[in-house]
């Protein structure tokens, strides 16, 4: 019998709602190959951990499922006032 590995699945699930196009800017990381977004959390994840985003984009009802990569983390505390959260790259 050959072993057959787990697929990789993802740590975890984060709910994003972005109510407006400001919102929606003000998080997209342009610099993220692929693209990616800030989402403010105080969530303990790693960096490389998997994550499905929930996104809610503005007045739409449905929530879409979106996989990602986090590739950023501002920890709590952080200087100057910076919000704590993470930044996850899109992946396919």
Do not use: C
Not at 2 to 18: F, H, R, S
Not at 19 to 43: C, E
Not at 69 to 87: E, F, L
């Amino acid at each position: 019998m050959a072993d057959n590995p787990a697929p990789e699945t993802p740590t975890g699930v984060l709910a994003v709602t972005i109510r407006d196009k400001n919102a929606l800017y003000a998080s997209y990381m342009s610099f993220v190959a692929g693209g990616g977004l800030f989402i403010p959390t105080s969530r303990q994840v790693h960096l490389g951990d998997e994550l499905i985003l929930l996104l809610t984009l503005m007045d739409e009802a449905e929530k879409l499922p979106v996989a990602g990569k986090v590739v950023w983390i501002t920890p709590r505390g952080s200087q100057n006032g910076k919000v704590a959260g993470v930044g996850v790259q899109f992946v396919d």
